[in-house]
């Protein structure tokens, strides 16, 4: 069946510095989710991506799948406290497949 | 607000015990998830329902756990003689859906179940 895997699991970042999460498929995804769960919280989704090369940017956030659609990263340029969570990515075929999921914490 | 709900928020019991928690999804949506979650993981599909047909069952999901959706709205999951094993947050999703298209899913903000 489908894995998917996040590195790295944790990341703690300075305000104010980038960062960059990725995700990696075992198979060829028909397309990946990005979700973000707030400590006590719920998945709340973020983006798809559907093309393989494709990138989308939601303010500071940047997502990219990858050419042979078998990896997607995940890049927030600088960090602020708000972003702190845990970010999911899911290889969607009707029924999501989530990785472990990259938690992030922030040093004010 | 995520407009699915989920009931009840905690629940605790004991070992042997059945339990059953209830979900409303968003109204428009005829697609329904259960998904599983321990700490420090991804949550792990379980089962997922199309209007009312059940259309996939997770190796996870052993012969103790039965998932109904009877009318295509709300959706049961009950556990039957529950293990502490079983002790997790249980997440309920929905989404539309179209033949050849996945839309995002929406969670409920869950069931804690802890087994004693």
Redesign the interface.
Known sequence: GQQVMQIPQYQHVQEGEDFTTYCNSSTTLSNIQWYKQRPGGHPVFLIQLVKSGEVKKQKRLTFQFGEAKKNSSLHITATQTTDVGTYFCAGHDYKLSFGAGTTVTVRA | D?GVSQDPRHKITKRGQNVTFRCDPISEHN?L?W?RQTL??????LT?FQNEAQL?KSRLLSDRFSAERPKGSFSTLEIQRTEQGDSAMY?C?SSS?GRDR?Y???????TRLTVT
Do not use: D, H, K, V
Request: proline share 9%.
């Open positions: 995520t697609r998830y998904y420090g993981q991804g949550p792990e599909f997922y996939e997440l999703a859906g996945n995002e899913q929406y969670f409920g903000p869950g």
